[in-house]
């Protein structure tokens, strides 16, 4: 037990960890180009910050936080999503009160209790932006298209993207009257959790995971149909402006997402096997929910790093290759040991990726290593080396030997 990680948990390192910062590095220098700045807020939040925000009816606050009291008694929870703790720090550090928008991207842990399957983790990471002080759907069009680039640059290419319209208060006001109605004629059949949820939240129903409520949640009425002439303007406008940027969408009434936050567009890339890899949409009323005195829209979106990496292995997809051992600098006799550091020190200090022995290896062991590491080139310093001035670099795939003074080495390297 003591060396077991928790079920649903994750330990990064070796190749997932160099793909997870490669992910990183594409998504940072892609929202530099777009003027997007990095946020990071507390792993853990007041529980009430994800009640009001998420919402009591969804099945990650009623069933997947991880909610604890702290020492002072009071109820904190881990994030299980990075939107609610974005929205907070923009109230709180009064963002709102720069010029806007407000953009701002995260790369966040989350922590849901989730029964670990395929894909579905207790602890995941997310790659997130939050678009705060836009109502245009150029707003929307900007994470879509920024999205679009960030796979493409990943090189994935299965992923397609789905959007649908979940209207505003008013439109669900109508919605959910009709929903219900549905609802209410099959309600023998849904689980006793959304019998609940039918008459607090009816719109849950549509996304509830369990089989018998799928098979009737196929048939019901859909939001679309129900929106009003506002949040349909929207969505048209949204639509033509995806069509006229070459934009590739499919509509799909089914996405209502799992959080309660969203109004108007919601939207998702799914890949091949119509597994969701990202999630997101306008909410435009979670601000004013959380702090009255403000009333700003916003939109955003949440893409799972875990499912990244899943996707780039199913479509076989390689990422750039780790950082080589460029040189190995062996180290001759006890003596040598600082020189032989010292040039190491002012290798790495220009780039040079390198490595030396810390384990008092012999000669042969060390270039033993070196081999094993997989390193480019070895050097060999000793008495001789130091009191000379010079030292033979060695290519280990050729064989090759080139003599050089030991300034000269790091011209090798930098071209
Ligand atoms: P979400 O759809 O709950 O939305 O999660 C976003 C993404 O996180 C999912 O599409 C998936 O890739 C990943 N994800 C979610 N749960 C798990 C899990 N248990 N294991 C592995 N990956 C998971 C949100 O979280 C919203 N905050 C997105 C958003 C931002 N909407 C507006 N702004």
């Keep these: 037990m003591i060396t077991q990680r928790p079920k649903g948990t994750q330990d990064w390192y070796g190749s997932s960890m160099h793909k997870r910062t490669i992910i990183e590095e594409i998504a940072r220098k892609i929202c530099k180009s777009y003027h997007i700045k990095e946020v990071i ?10 009640q009001r ?6 099945d990650v606050v009623q069933k997947e936080m991880y909610t604890f009291d702290d020492k002072g008694n009071r109820s904190v929870t881990l994030k299980p999503e990075g939107t609610a703790g974005v929205v907070r720090a923009f109230l709180e550090n009064s963002l709102y009160a720069e010029s806007q928008p407000t953009k701002l991207f995260y790369f966040t842990q989350a922590f849901r209790y989730e029964n ?7 602890q995941h ?3 997130g932006i939050e678009f705060f002080g836009s109502s245009s759907p150029l707003a929307e069009v900007e994470l879509i298209t920024l999205l679009m680039q960030f796979l493409k640059e990943l090189g994935l290419k299965g992923a397609s993207l789905h959007i649908n319209s979940i209207g505003c208060k008013n439109c669900r006001m109508t919605y959910n009257e009709a929903l219900l109605g549905y609802l209410k004629k099959h309600e023998e059949q849904l689980c006793p959790t959304c019998r609940e949820r039918m008459l607090k939240n009816p719109l849950r129903v549509i996304d509830c995971k369990v089989p018998s409520c799928k098979v009737i949640v196929k048939d019901a009425p859909r939001t679309i149909q129900y929106l009003d002439e506002e949040c349909m303007e ?4 949204l639509k033509k402006l995806l069509t006229e940027l070459d934009v590739p969408f499919e509509v799909d009434t089914g996405i209502v997402r799992g ?7 919601v939207f998702e890339f799914v890949n091949s096997e119509g ?3 990202c999630g997101g949409g306008r909410y435009d009323n979670l601000i004013h929910e959380i702090d009255e005195k403000q009333d700003i829209p916003a939109v955003g979106f949440g893409f799972g790093i875990e499912r990244i990496i899943n996707e780039l292995t199913t479509e076989g997809v390689e990422l750039a290759p780790e950082p080589i051992v460029e040189l190995y600098v062996g180290i001759l006799g006890q003596d040598a040991k600082a020189s032989a550091y010292r040039l190491v020190q ?8 390198v490595e030396t022995d810390y384990m008092n290896r012999s000669v042969k062991a060390q270039m033993k290593y070196a081999n094993k590491i997989g390193a480019k080139n070895t050097v060999i310093i000793g008495a001789d080396e130091i009191s000379n001035n010079k030292a033979a670099v060695k290519n280990m795939e050729t064989g090759e030997q080139t003599e050089v003074t030991l300034d000269q080495i790091a011209g090798l390297f930098l071209s």
Excluded: N, W
Aim: hydrophobic residues 35%.
């Design 41 to 50: 807020t507390p792993a853990f939040e007041h529980t009430i910050l994800f």
């Design 53 to 58: 925000g998420v919402g009591e009816t969804t």
């Design 125 to 127: 990471h997310q790659f």
């Design 275 to 277: 597994f969701t890899l």
């Design 259 to 265: 959080l309660d936050y969203y109004t108007k567009t």
């Design 346 to 353: 002012q290798l790495r200090s220009f780039g040079v990726i």
């Design 116 to 122: 670990p399957q395929s894909g579905r983790l207790r």
């Design 234 to 237: 929207h969505f048209e406008e």
